[in-house]
């Protein structure tokens, strides 16, 4: 596999911002788009190969081409920006069917004046089998600016981390794994029963980790799109091969999924010291139904 330089619109400069505004920013963004070029897959993607699998095999996923979410993102009620989820369907350079799945989480006016965020995330999965191929990170968070890639040989079953300035780190990955957003992705297609768990090895800045997934209970979720059927789950991220239950995410993430065929992410929460940041669905775009007409809003929803 070749390794190309980054985008053009990489920084080279960054600065350590504030502990405790670095991590609810952070926490935002990879909780749960704006959209590249399309010509941008071939200039980044090589030849998938991997012949075992046929060319037109494309795995069952509850989303659809064209799918967009927008979500406004609240800290202790006060409204601090939006974040988008976009998927698109594309095809590598050898004609393989690819999800480009892209984050983006921007701050409003408001929150701009003091602490301006416009960060980007995008990942590639070969949608035969769910597995990624290329991760980019692209944060600009008040002070902190960070560029990385990390692009994943599944044939060869290496993984390369790298920065603006350097390599970082190349090392062995598992048959089955995720990436940041591929795992977000990766948990609506999976059963989700209350009481039951769901593990996957997750890749992250050159190291392997296990994602936990436990599915804590069915609730009601408001949104502005009405009130969903939803299931709580709880991802925690522990070290890979460790026996050691701590979880390494830096504050407790609860996620809410659509309790039907879609499996929407309709909200999520982070809890952290500072208090709690949640995003919540605010508008559906291309590629989904249009959600079950709204209900009462329960007693006990979630909030």
Known sequence: ???????????????????????????????????????VTANVLPNLGR???????????PFEDGETLVYTISWLKIE????????FREKSPDGVPVHRISLSAVSNDYVSRFYPVNTRYETWIDARDFSPVRFEKHAREGRYVSDEVEEFDLSRRIATWRDDKELRGVGPIPEHFQDVISSFYFMRSVPLVPGQETRVDLY???????????????????????????LKVQPRMHDAGSASSVDRNKGKLFLWFSDDARRLPVMARTILPIGSVTARLTRVGNGVPAPAPPSPVPTRAAR
């Open 51 to 61: 012949d075992e699998l046929p060319k037109d095999k494309v795995a069952a996923v």
């Open 1 to 39: 596999m070749s390794f190309s330089k980054l985008p053009s619109r990489s920084s080279t400069s960054s600065r350590t911002p504030r502990k405790g505004r670095r991590t609810a920013s952070a926490l935002l963004a990879l909780v749960l788009a704006g959209p590249l070029a399309a010509s």
């Open 204 to 230: 992250s800045r050159g190291k392997l980790y296990r994602l936990v997934v436990a599915v804590l209970a069915r609730e009601k979720v408001e949104t502005e799109l009405g009130v969903f059927d939803a």
């Open 80 to 87: 601090g920006g939006e974040m988008t989820l976009s998927t």
